[in-house]
């Protein structure tokens, strides 16, 4: 069976968010130390997966500008845009390989002003 690479999971995230299951998809993704950096909150794979429990959906969204930067066999860094209910924000994330699947280690998102240019 083949195993999803870092750019598909983070559109599967995205997928799964669309339909309401964000907090199953990382739990079946997140590294048992990960941790989320967002604009006005910080998390623990823990505390993440209880916060999006609720429902955490992004009924819209476009993704765009993605690259993925393999650090090594077993590292790999990626970064994109989104489009998400009005706002754009800058994404990167981080996955280790282990145990033969990647796991996310490291998620940031930060908003982008209107005005500002992606990241090249």
């Known amino acids: 069976m083949r195993t999803a690479e870092p750019l598909e999971l983070e559109h599967a995230a995205w997928q799964a968010a669309a339909a309401g ?40 969204f476009r993704l765009s500008g993605e690259t993925v930067l393999p ?19 800058h994404c990167s994330t981080l996955y280790v390989r282990h145990g033969g699947r990647w796991l996310l280690t490291l998620h940031q998102r930060r908003p982008l002003p209107a005005t500002e240019e992606p990241p090249a």
């Open 71 to 89: 650090v090594t066999g077993s590292l790999t860094y990626v970064t994109y845009q989104a489009i998400v209910q009005g706002g754009r924000v």
């Open 21 to 60: 299951r964000a907090a199953e998809f990382y739990a079946g993704v997140m590294a048992s130390n990960a941790r989320v950096f967002l604009v006005d909150k910080q998390f623990t794979r823990a505390a993440a997966l209880a916060d999006w429990a609720p429902g955490l959906t992004y009924r819209r």
